[in-house]
């Protein structure tokens, strides 16, 4: 396999992040905390990881980005931005959850648990890989007995459960890069928004406008 160069990012949760693998392996990484202001920030944060790196845009061989679950407009924020990009270079661009990328590189039985609010977890555990599933806190994958368990749950499922808490192996875009780069682009969905629970919003209670006859 040919090195890459892989551009990672995510807006998926209050930060906006980035990775840049480079062909000798190595990988810079950039994270910013906020809760919004994503969209405007992205590219130039880009931008800046692409000059410390001293590569173009060019450059890139494959985008990676973070699909979700977490914050929708934050996931679709990475997502068009993605799809853009890739259309723009001629480049593949690769859809990665939060739940891969902090499995990626355990061997080992492992439980994702996200923290989903209001007494609710995103779960998927891996190695097998099972379906991610939105459930209540504590509820374990059917199949899911014993091994260890990572993500922002952890400690919790850890002490819930007799499972073996880790911490992740790598920063999350890191990881989104290095797994769209093992990974082939002929196996791989193109960028997609992955959301486990319905949006916050609800359809406004005010009446529609009337249209008045001229």
Known sequence: MRPETVLAFDTSAAH???????????????????????????????EELLHRGGARWSDLTRIAVGTGPGNFTGVRISVATARGLAL???????????LQALAHGQTAPVLVAQDARRGMAYLQ????????????????PEGFQSGSVIGELADAYALSHGLHPLAPLMPLTEAMARFAAETSVATHRKPAPFYLRGADAAPSSDPPPVILDA
């Open 88 to 98: 723009g270079l001629g480049i593949p661009a690769m859809g990665v959850t939060s």
């Open 125 to 140: 555990a891996f190695n097998p890989q099972s379906e991610a599933i939105l459930a209540p806190v504590g509820h374990l």
């Open 16 to 46: 906006c992040a980035a990775a840049l693998l480079l062909p000798d392996g190595s990988c810079l990484v950039q994270v910013e905390d906020m809760a919004k202001g994503q969209a405007e920030r992205l590219v130039p944060l880009i």
